[in-house]
């Protein structure tokens, strides 16, 4: 009976293929919306884990200022080298300690110029920041003790003042400093939130503070732990630690806070996904409006058709085989719907995720949900009409003109 009812249904379907397209509409507009909005919001998450993984594996920074509060931030006072000292000498969970200052400047190389940040760093500030070398070398110890004027370029920085050509070797004003460039460090490309992470230059810190900044300030002390474990017994050691040097009284509020990369990867992660399943929910809304769809023609398929089910009633046909004529009409419909949606979600998707520059993250049992909604959506909306044809009265239904 099934097989039969399957090819009768197919036939109406076909009698009417406008129709049963113009119907499936819905379902396919609603399908391919759900797998393209949620495989985007996928690909986001991991697109922020990757760029947050870029800071660096168990990195800490120090900053000073309250935590959120913008005026204490800016009146706090900056950290020191005596600083450093003590951390390096009583955390002793801190695998890599990198003190940095920075401050914008104009780069000048020939006749081409660039405004970008310069950045007064040790050679562990690569290390925490996971910093890679294109060409060159770091800096010495020479240079990093004596303050020589030497310095390390980022990628945008070498492709604005020298483009292609190999820049080692070749002096460069930085503001009214002239050093020489001796490595280039590997790109990292723009951010999730669209910043450049190339666009800057390392000098030493010693450097930086005698011939750019004229002070000794650190601006920020960005730290890595030895392991995954030990971050939180760093985030104590150091609090404990900056509030006895800064002679903060208990019951007073740090002046400085320590960012954990892992706190922040956690709350876009948290983020991305709640925006994500939103996104997912509101796409799932226009399966809800295909499913009425289906049951709108459904019951202006009843009308038309109501002389043939009086026929098929009065000839000995049973209430249940014209309810399952009609009910698997709209599940073939819905499910129709469904693989064309699977197949433009997918291809929207592939397509979205590389215009946006996000990788491609299918999840299957997004896909297999989309699809099972849209088998749910023709029986629960077919099921209405198809339980309307089969309570027609024979006698009424053949009187129908």
């Given at each position: 009976?099934?097989?039969?009812?399957?090819v009768?249904?197919l036939?109406e379907?076909r009698?009417?293929?406008?129709?049963?397209?113009?119907t499936?509409?819905?379902?396919?507009?609603?399908v391919?919306?759900?797998?393209?909005?949620?495989?985007?919001?996928e690909?986001?998450t991991?697109?922020?884990?990757?760029?947050?993984?870029?800071l660096g594996n168990?990195m800490?920074?120090?900053?000073?200022?309250?935590?959120?509060?913008?005026?204490?931030?800016?009146a706090a006072?900056p950290?020191?080298?005596?600083?450093?000292?003590?951390?390096?000498?009583?955390v002793p969970?801190?695998?890599h300690?990198?003190p940095?200052?920075n401050?914008?400047?104009?780069?000048v190389?020939?006749?081409?110029?660039?405004?970008?940040?310069?950045?007064?760093a040790?050679?562990?500030?690569?290390?925490?920041r996971?910093?890679?070398?294109e060409l060159?070398?770091?800096?010495?110890?020479?240079?990093l003790?004596?303050?020589?004027?030497?310095c390390l370029l980022?990628?945008?920085?070498?492709k604005?003042?020298?483009?292609a050509?190999?820049?080692?070797?070749?002096a460069?004003?930085?503001?009214?400093?002239?050093?020489?460039?001796?490595g280039v460090?590997?790109?990292k490309g723009?951010s999730?939130f669209g910043?450049d992470q190339?666009d800057?230059l390392?000098?030493?810190?010693?450097?930086f503070?005698r011939?750019?900044?004229?002070?000794?300030?650190?601006?920020a002390i960005?730290?890595?732990?030895a392991?995954d474990?030990?971050?939180?017994?760093v985030?104590q050691?150091?609090?404990?630690?900056?509030?006895e040097?800064?002679?903060?009284?208990?019951?007073q509020?740090?002046?400085?806070?320590?960012?954990?990369?892992?706190e922040?990867l956690a709350?876009?992660?948290?983020?991305?996904?709640?925006?994500?399943?939103?996104?997912?929910a509101?796409?799932?809304v226009s399966?809800?409006?295909?499913?009425?769809g289906?049951m709108n023609?459904?019951?202006?398929?009843?009308?038309e058709?109501t002389?043939?089910?009086?026929i098929?009633l009065?000839?000995?046909?049973?209430g249940?085989?014209?309810?399952?004529?009609?009910l698997?009409?709209?599940?073939v419909?819905?499910?129709l719907?469904?693989v064309l949606?699977?197949?433009?979600?997918?291809?929207?998707a592939?397509?979205?995720?590389?215009?946006?520059?996000?990788?491609?993250?299918?999840?299957?049992?997004?896909?297999?949900v989309?699809?099972?909604?849209?088998?749910?959506?023709?029986?629960?909306?077919?099921?209405?009409?198809?339980r309307?044809?089969?309570?027609?009265?024979?006698?009424e239904?053949?009187?129908?003109?």
């Amino acid at each position: 009976m099934l097989s039969s009812t399957l090819v009768m249904a197919l036939r109406e379907i076909r009698r009417n293929t406008m129709r049963s397209v113009l119907t499936t509409l819905g379902i396919v507009i609603g399908v391919a919306a759900v797998i393209i909005m949620v495989t985007v919001g996928e690909g986001a998450t991991a697109k922020v884990t990757a760029d947050v993984a870029k800071l660096g594996n168990n990195m800490l920074t120090l900053l000073p200022g309250a935590h959120r509060h913008g005026p204490a931030a800016a009146a706090a006072a900056p950290f020191t080298l005596a600083d450093v000292q003590a951390i390096r000498r009583e955390v002793p969970a801190v695998a890599h300690v990198a003190p940095s200052a920075n401050r914008g400047v104009l780069a000048v190389a020939g006749n081409k110029n660039h405004n970008t940040v310069a950045t007064g760093a040790t050679n562990e500030y690569l290390s925490v920041r996971q910093l890679a070398l294109e060409l060159g070398r770091s800096f010495s110890d020479v240079e990093l003790l004596g303050g020589a004027p030497a310095c390390l370029l980022g990628a945008t920085v070498r492709k604005e003042l020298f483009g292609a050509t190999d820049p080692l070797g070749t002096a460069i004003r930085v503001g009214n400093l002239s050093c020489q460039v001796v490595g280039v460090i590997a790109s990292k490309g723009q951010s999730t939130f669209g910043a450049d992470q190339d666009d800057f230059l390392l000098l030493p810190l010693a450097t930086f503070q005698r011939r750019l900044a004229g002070n000794t300030d650190v601006g920020a002390i960005a730290l890595s732990a030895a392991d995954d474990r030990s971050i939180p017994k760093v985030k104590q050691q150091l609090t404990l630690l900056m509030r006895e040097r800064r002679h903060i009284a208990e019951g007073q509020s740090d002046d400085f806070w320590v960012m954990d990369t892992k706190e922040i990867l956690a709350t876009l992660s948290t983020v991305a996904a709640t925006l994500t399943a939103l996104l997912g929910a509101i796409a799932g809304v226009s399966l809800l409006v295909g499913g009425i769809g289906i049951m709108n023609i459904m019951l202006v398929s009843v009308t038309e058709r109501t002389r043939e089910i009086g026929i098929r009633l009065a000839i000995g046909a049973r209430g249940r085989e014209v309810l399952w004529q009609f009910l698997v009409e709209a599940v073939v419909l819905s499910l129709l719907g469904g693989v064309l949606g699977m197949l433009l979600g997918l291809g929207g998707a592939l397509g979205a995720t590389r215009g946006l520059d996000f990788p491609f993250v299918l999840s299957p049992l997004v896909v297999v949900v989309a699809f099972g909604f849209s088998a749910a959506v023709g029986v629960a909306f077919g099921f209405f009409p198809a339980r309307k044809a089969a309570r027609l009265n024979p006698i009424e239904a053949l009187r129908h003109e």
